[in-house]
């Protein structure tokens, strides 16, 4: 499947910023949406691809600042660019320590922008991909049954299988077939794969004691 083409969602009250902007990054083969408030872009969703934000700092209503400081609570996880005609030094410097990946002051030079959304983008799309790529561990932890479990658990740990065997209660020959049928579950090529996983899903510790 092809993946989604990033978007880049400018948001600032300036007509005029927001026309230039949205023709800057079309020249470049950018995809952009341009809002002039913070509810605007609320109200209209984001598309289910990569993406970043080109926030305005000061804007009637709830401003840039302010909304960044909530975009967690409302799951909104974008990287963002500040942009402001009005800011100083300790205003950028506290909105990069909040997470912003930078903060430009109006005038700015086009390159410096296109330069950050194409930071913010290589992050959203970084996120996305260790998300996708943890959930589909979860998946494949979530096919093997508590004695399968128990022994990746333990493997994880470092223990060859005398040792599982001998923490479980169980053969040398039954955890061996477990440990098969883990390998295949999780689509492990290797023992060094299978650990790497384990170690990415950070299984809860205990046995679950089935025999």
Known sequence: MQAAKPVVYVVDDDRSVRDALEDLLASVGIEVRTFASVRDFLDQGMA???GCLVLDVRMPGQGGLDFHRQMAELGLRL?????TGHGDIAMGVNAVKAGAIDFLAKPFRDQELIDA???GIALDETRRREEADAEELARRWATLNPGEQDVLRLIARGLLNKQVAGELGVSEITVKVRRGRVMRKMGARTLVDLVRMADRLHP???PTRER
């Open 48 to 50: 289910a691809a990569p």
């Open 79 to 83: 990287p963002t660019i500040f942009i």
């Open 204 to 206: 809860p510790d205990g």
């Open 117 to 119: 959304i194409q930071r």
